[in-house]
Every structure is written in structure tokens, then in C-alpha cells.
């Protein structure tokens, strides 16, 4: 019975927490993650989603969807100009805060004008990433995947040429060429895939990222802590 989880140092709740699984055969904790290789905001909270399923043992079920200018193109373009002014001002501050590094991406992983907002149909860059990222969910690394390329989105300049994604599925433990033979071999498995994904995550928010966790919706990187918090008083509770 794992109750003063607080008490504990993360590697010490993590080794209980295996123990008393494998032991009495207690539930995991399981967290479901929406999320989208665009968001600035993902790649501010997706270390420390991760770092939860490992101290935890938690089962994450990564849920990729496409960004919502894909999603809803009118929607985005008829979002106050404050949207983005503050998205400008507020993620170099948190990702400053948190000790991230954080440059603008460059390409945008969405094709679409800066200015005008208009989003155009043809998406190859988020197309494919998005789809890699399912079947990286499939090969069992979502999360890794995920991850790591939001490192580079959001780091290098010209993250799409070269070996850039090649090495971040390395990081994450696979082989981009297995995962692009993966997608071609059946690309509206994946799309199909993507689209229940944004439909179920409608039950409980349109953003990302959006956690999932006990009946519970937990929307942004700023509510990673209150997810904590609840996966706490769970284990409590059931272990």
C-alpha cells in the first residue's frame, strides 16, 4: 500500500509503485494525452508528462491530433490578434522559467500565411510528422517520439532537412525508415487514426495538450501539476 507517495524521492515511489503492481497486482494509473506537434505549449510540458509516467508507472496513452489550423482553418484565422501576441510574449517566459530552450519555429510545421492566417489545403510537414507520430504511438515510443521532435520544431532552424528526424526517432528508440515504410503502406489507417483521435478528444477540450485522467480533463502545460496532484490521491486510494 503505497498512501505517503510525497514523502518518498521519485525513484524510491517509482520502485514501490512497481513492487506493489507486480506484487498484489494493483491497477497503473493511466493518463491519456491529445496532443499536437505543433503546439509551443506541448513541447513546454511534454518532459514533464513523461517524467510523470515514469515516476509513477503510469500507462500514457498518446492520442496525436492534428493543430487546430489544420483542424478548423476558419476558426484560427478569426482568432483575436491579442492570441498571438500573447502566445509570443508568454512561451519564450515559460520556457525561460522552466529552463527550456525555445526559438520560433522555422519551417512552421503548418503551411499557412503569418499574416493573412490563411491556412493553405496542401500540409505535407505536419502531415507526415502527425502520421509518424501514430505509428511511433504503435511501435510503443509516442511519447519519446513526440518529445523529441518537438525539441527540434522548436530549436533548430531547418528541422525538416537533413538527419534532423532521422536522430530524433533514434533519441526516441526507432527507425525513421521503418516508421515512413509503416505510414506508406497504409497512410488512411493513420488518418483514420488521427480523426477518431480528434473526435474523442472532443469529450473533453478542443486545445492541447489535454490530459485525461480519471474522468477527468486537464487542459495546458500549467495544469501538469494538478494532474500530478490527482494521480497522487489515486494511488492513495487504490494502492
Known amino acids: 500500500h503505497v498512501a505517503e507517495t510525497t514523502s518518498l524521492t521519485p525513484r524510491q515511489t517509482q520502485l514501490m509503485l512497481k513492487l506493489s503492481q507486480r506484487v498484489f497486482g494493483t491497477a497503473k494509473p493511466?493518463?491519456?494525452?491529445?496532443?499536437?506537434?505543433r503546439s509551443p505549449y506541448v513541447y513546454l510540458g511534454?518532459?514533464?508528462?513523461?517524467?510523470?509516467k515514469?515516476?509513477?508507472?503510469?500507462?500514457?496513452?498518446?492520442?496525436?491530433?492534428?493543430?487546430i489550423p489544420v483542424r478548423d482553418p476558419t476558426r484560427f484565422k478569426n482568432m483575436s490578434p491579442l492570441f498571438m501576441k500573447y502566445l509570443l510574449c508568454d512561451v519564450p517566459r515559460e520556457a525561460e522559467r522552466l529552463g527550456l530552450p525555445w526559438s520560433i519555429c522555422n519551417?512552421?510545421?503548418?503551411?499557412?500565411?503569418?499574416?493573412?492566417?490563411?491556412?493553405?489545403?496542401?500540409?505535407?510537414?505536419?502531415?507526415?510528422i502527425t502520421r509518424l507520430g501514430v505509428a511511433a504511438t504503435e511501435a510503443g515510443?509516442?511519447?519519446?517520439?513526440?518529445t523529441a521532435m518537438l525539441k527540434i520544431i522548436w530549436n533548430v532552424p531547418g528541422w525538416d532537412q537533413?538527419?534532423?528526424?532521422?536522430?530524433?526517432?533514434?533519441?526516441?528508440?526507432?527507425?525513421?525508415?521503418?516508421?515512413?515504410?509503416?505510414?506508406?503502406?497504409?497512410?488512411?489507417?493513420?488518418?483514420?487514426?488521427?480523426?477518431?483521435?480528434q473526435?474523442?478528444?472532443?469529450?473533453?477540450?478542443?486545445?492541447?495538450?489535454c490530459m485525461v485522467f480519471d474522468g477527468e480533463p486537464f487542459w495546458g502545460q500549467d495544469r501538469i501539476a494538478a494532474l500530478e496532484y490527482r494521480i497522487q490521491k489515486w494511488i492513495a486510494k487504490n494502492q
Request: aromatic share 8%; net charge negative.
Open 30 to 37: 493511466k493518463v491519456t494525452l491529445y496532443a499536437a506537434f
Open 46 to 52: 511534454s518532459e514533464r508528462i513523461l517524467a510523470l
Open 54 to 67: 515514469e515516476k509513477y508507472n503510469a500507462e500514457l496513452d498518446l492520442r496525436v491530433v492534428y493543430p
Open 107 to 128: 519551417p512552421d510545421p503548418v503551411n499557412m500565411n503569418p499574416q493573412t492566417r490563411d491556412v493553405y489545403p496542401d500540409q505535407p510537414l505536419i502531415t507526415r
Open 141 to 146: 515510443k509516442g511519447m519519446e517520439f513526440l
Open 162 to 197: 537533413g538527419d534532423h528526424i532521422a536522430n530524433a526517432a533514434k533519441q526516441a528508440g526507432l527507425n525513421l525508415e521503418d516508421l515512413e515504410a509503416a505510414v506508406s503502406a497504409n497512410a488512411e489507417k493513420y488518418e483514420a487514426i488521427i480523426a477518431e483521435n
Open 199 to 209: 473526435k474523442t478528444q472532443l469529450d473533453w477540450h478542443w486545445g492541447v495538450p
